[in-house]
């Protein structure tokens, strides 16, 4: 019923901008919240930034607030992630999640996108 597919990821220059998309699935009816995450090799799979339904309420890990940008549009099934000023340290594969609540923590989100791959070059 609840199905996320991720585009926009890819290899950049330190620097450089991406936009990370998340199209929810159109035979989707709910008015989920959404939020993205990221997680390196190795590491616990961290939040990034949430966005409630109406996309009036916003969140950011302290480490993208500035550079990174979250959005939707709800009359395309899409959620977005604009990402400015990328750093090395951003390198990570970023998964777009829905549930029904806002939440920092992964363990709460019940439906994941496939993830797609950020590599930012020094």
């Known amino acids: 019923q609840v199905r996320l597919v991720e585009s926009g990821g890819g290899l950049v220059q330190a620097g450089g901008s991406l936009r990370l998309s998340c199209v929810v699935s159109e035979l989707t009816f709910g008015r989920y919240d959404m939020a993205w995450f990221r997680q390196a090799p190795g590491k616990e799979r961290d939040f990034v930034a949430i966005?409630?339904?109406?996309?009036?309420?916003?969140d950011y890990a302290d480490s993208v607030k500035g550079r990174f940008t979250i959005s939707r549009d709800n009359a395309k099934n899409t959620a977005y992630l604009q990402m400015n000023s990328l750093k090395p340290e951003d390198t990570a594969v970023y998964y777009c999640?829905?549930?029904?609540?806002?939440?920092?923590?992964?363990?709460?989100?019940?439906?994941w996108g496939q993830g797609t791959q950020v590599t930012v070059s020094s």
């Open positions: 966005i409630s339904w109406s996309g009036l309420n916003t």
């Open positions: 999640a829905a549930s029904l609540g806002l939440s920092t923590d992964y363990r709460a989100y019940k439906y």
